[in-house]
């Protein structure tokens, strides 16, 4: 099962760039740019930038592949996002 958890009640989107690329390199706004983070650190940053939820997938995680708008996915080893994704 997924390590899914809500991180807050924000807008359900990720501000004015959310999914736009606009903040791309970044982390924050987009649903990129998390990579290199320890997941703390990324949990409040995506906190910060409304993320509704944020699902945290350590290595062998099984998740659904669907889409929900707002929702922040972390691919995580060892405490430190690998990759991240909107959806």
């Known amino acids: 099962m997924s390590g899914s ?3 807050g009640t ?9 999914g ?4 791309a390199g970044a982390a924050g706004q987009d649903g ?3 990579a290199g983070l320890r997941i703390e650190r990324a949990r409040e940053l995506a906190r910060r930038h409304g993320w509704a939820s944020v699902r945290v997938l350590e290595p062998g995680d099984l998740m ?3 889409y929900r708008q707002g929702r922040l996915n972390l691919a995580v080893r060892n405490g430190v996002v690998e990759r991240s994704w909107e959806g």
């Open 10 to 18: 924000g807008s359900g989107a990720a501000g004015s760039g959310s």
């Open 20 to 23: 736009s690329g606009s903040g």
């Open 32 to 34: 990129e740019g998390y």
């Open 64 to 66: 659904t592949m669907e």
């Open 5 to 7: 958890d809500a991180v």
